[in-house]
Each structure stands twice: as structure tokens, then as C-alpha cells.
């Protein structure tokens, strides 16, 4: 019976009859549907969170997961291009913008100013109608001046930086953290949700452009490399 409720809610979902966000049936209610006892049901929805089909979150109840956006470590992903090349509705909704001088206690703030203003950035990148990435941005003003006044409804910070600035040099780092409660709320999580974060900075010929954080839920995004013997 477990294999049997599998396979009809994973038809569902890989038909695009259950898009992604779409909650599944609580276990009581399929129980009642398939008349079954709890633990069948839950060992047909624990298969299909381990497939990567479904989310399950705490109290909320389990959700048809999305696809996975795969970016390459060593590029700097178009956010935009990637939601859209798997068929969402890409939105970016700026939360806040500001411009501000450097945090005197923060030696990457000082040398990224140098010696002139930030522009700092918070926004939200969603997917599908639901949140996909919190990002987090300081631009340097000398190294990027026009982007003061760029509008953002428009076009993302990224985007903007991607067509207007040419960068000669980008540090990543990637980790896994556990969303704090301002996040979890930013991106419609549960407090403590698995996180991935990228943080990543340019510069233009020793000149640093800018540094963002970027948050995404651990269910959406991964980080892909592929090598050869000689590199």
C-alpha cells in the first residue's frame, strides 16, 4: 500500500498536477483516503521527501518540492535567468535601500568604501509566487557610482552590477546555516530551517565592486563543479 501512495502522489506531482508549493494531503487525510494506518503513510512520505518530491515542514505539513537550481561554483549566477529557465515566474522585491558609510569596525566595509559611501541593499528573490533567495548587498559607490540611482524595479542589484560593471576577480564562499528567525520570516520558513549561504565578493582590478550574501532554503539550491584531471 506504501508503494501505492507513493506512486500516485509522485505521478501527480511529475504531471504538473501538483506544481511546486502545492500542499499535499496531511497523513490523516490520506489515511482516510487510502484507508490505511498512520505509519504506511508515513512510509510512503518519507520515500518521497528522501527523492527530493516533497518538503515536509513542522506543524505547516508537506509541500510538493521545487526543482533544484544547479549553479556552477566558479560562475556568478544570474538569479533571474536560472528561476525562468525552469518555467517560474521570477520577482525580486526590494525591502530596503539606504546609502551609508562604511562600519568602522568591519576592515572588508572600509576597504570595499574606500574612503567614499556604500550602497546597501536587502531583497527578496522569489520563485513561483514564494520566496527563493534572501540577499543581503553593499555596493561601492566609487568603483560603481550610477547604481545610485538605479531603479530596481526594473532590474536586480546583481543583474544591474552583471551589465554595468565589468569584474576582473570574484571570491565565494559557500555554508550551511540554520535560518534565525528574521530570515526564516524573510523567506517563509520555520525557525531553524537548513539554509545554504554565498557569500560573495568582487573586485575591478584590485578595486572592490561589492559583497552579498545571498540565503536560499536548502531545498532549492545547490552548487555544482565539474573537473578534469588537469584542473
Known amino acids: 500500500m506504501h508503494q501505492r501512495i507513493r506512486a500516485e502522489i509522485e505521478g501527480r506531482i511529475r504531471s504538473g498536477a501538483w506544481p511546486p508549493g502545492h500542499r499535499v494531503p496531511f497523513e490523516t487525510e490520506l489515511m482516510s483516503q487510502y484507508g490505511c494506518a498512520r505509519m504506511t503513510v508515513s512510509k510512503a512520505m518519507t520515500a518521497l521527501a528522501e527523492a527530493g518530491l516533497i518538503v515536509r515542514r513542522k506543524r505547516a505539513g508537506s509541500f510538493v518540492a521545487r526543482p533544484k537550481v544547479h549553479a556552477p561554483v566558479l560562475n556568478i549566477p544570474d538569479i533571474q535567468a536560472e528561476v525562468e529557465a525552469r518555467g517560474e515566474i521570477y520577482a525580486f522585491r526590494l525591502l530596503a535601500r539606504a546609502v551609508r558609510g562604511a562600519d568602522g569596525a568591519s576592515p572588508d566595509e572600509v576597504a570595499l568604501a574606500a574612503g567614499d559611501k556604500l550602497l546597501a541593499l536587502e531583497g527578496v528573490h522569489d520563485a513561483g509566487g514564494r520566496p ?79 559583497r552579498v550574501r545571498q540565503i536560499f532554503p536548502g531545498e532549492a539550491y545547490d552548487l555544482v563543479a565539474r573537473f578534469g584531471p588537469g584542473a
Open 132 to 210: 527563493f533567495a534572501l540577499e543581503r548587498r553593499l555596493v561601492s559607490l566609487k568603483a560603481a557610482p550610477e547604481i545610485e540611482a538605479a531603479d530596481f524595479a526594473a532590474i536586480t542589484p546583481g543583474a544591474w552590477l552583471l551589465e554595468h560593471v565589468a569584474w576582473s576577480e570574484a571570491e565565494s564562499r559557500i555554508s550551511a546555516v540554520n535560518a534565525d528567525a528574521e530570515d526564516a520570516r524573510l523567506l517563509a520558513l520555520d525557525e531553524g530551517a537548513a539554509c545554504l549561504v554565498v557569500d560573495r565578493r568582487t573586485w575591478r582590478e584590485g578595486r572592490g565592486v561589492t
